[in-house]
């Protein structure tokens, strides 16, 4: 079973690839504004490399390097324990976020991609906006990713909360395992939200539930 440092490192990993990727949208968007008129030529594929690029940076660079990466790294060691609350869920936490992102990958290659905006508003993410596949691929990763944040925040939350060690009371407790704990808590608050507007967006395409 790894331990959290195995856990973190595989989270860097995961996070530097997807930057990698950001980068090269980031690159095509730059290149797209750099002179007047179309050099893609595609306004749709335009479109679609700016929803990825944010997609990307935000789901599995940020959130997966700033909460997984530093925080399975530094929190454990800052709180004098040996591994996190619950080392298995920290471990899936982690495994489910490549599947989150192949999904992703699938939505930008499924008849066009989706070219709406990593918003995902209405109309454009709706069945007139956006009639095929992609965008159901990208509400399904978008819920494997939420899945994957609760659980982390759920392990983060329990570890910073539950497991100071004898000499760390309270308010002796680093900040950084502060922030992240409190970052956790707010995750927990705002995830099963986004999967709600997610789902009511999935029926909505797919049950005419409007």
């Not at 959290?4 to 504004?33: M, N, P, Q």
């Not at 690029?53 to 997966?64: A, N, Q, T």
């Not at 599947?99 to 905006?117: D, N, P, R, T, V």
């Not at 704990?181 to 608050?189: A, K, R």
């Amino acid at each position: 079973q790894p331990n959290h440092k195995d856990i973190g490192s595989l989270y860097f990993i995961l996070s530097l690839w997807a930057g990698l990727v950001g980068t090269g949208f980031s690159v095509l968007i730059r290149l797209e504004l750099s002179a007047p008129g179309s050099v893609l030529g595609d306004y749709q594929l335009y479109n679609l490399i700016v929803t990825t690029h944010g997609l990307i940076m935000i789901f599995f660079l940020v959130m997966p390097m700033m909460m997984g990466g530093f925080g399975n790294w530094l929190v454990p060691m800052m709180l004098s324990l040996p591994d996190m609350g619950f080392p298995r869920l920290n471990n899936v936490s982690f495994w489910v976020l490549p599947i989150s992102m192949a999904l992703l990958f699938c939505s930008a290659f499924s008849e066009g991609g989706f070219g709406g905006g990593w918003t995902l508003y209405p109309p454009l993410s709706s069945i007139m906006g956006h009639s095929g596949p992609a965008m159901d691929f990208l509400i399904l990763s978008l819920h494997i990713g939420g899945a994957s944040s609760i659980m982390a925040s759920i392990n983060f939350y329990s570890t910073w909360g539950n497991m100071r060690a004898g000499c760390h009371q309270f308010y002796r407790v680093p900040l950084f395992c502060t922030s992240i704990g409190v970052t956790s808590f707010l995750l927990i608050l705002a995830m099963p939200v986004l999967a709600g507007a997610l789902t009511m967006l999935l029926t909505d395409r797919n049950f005419n539930t409007s």
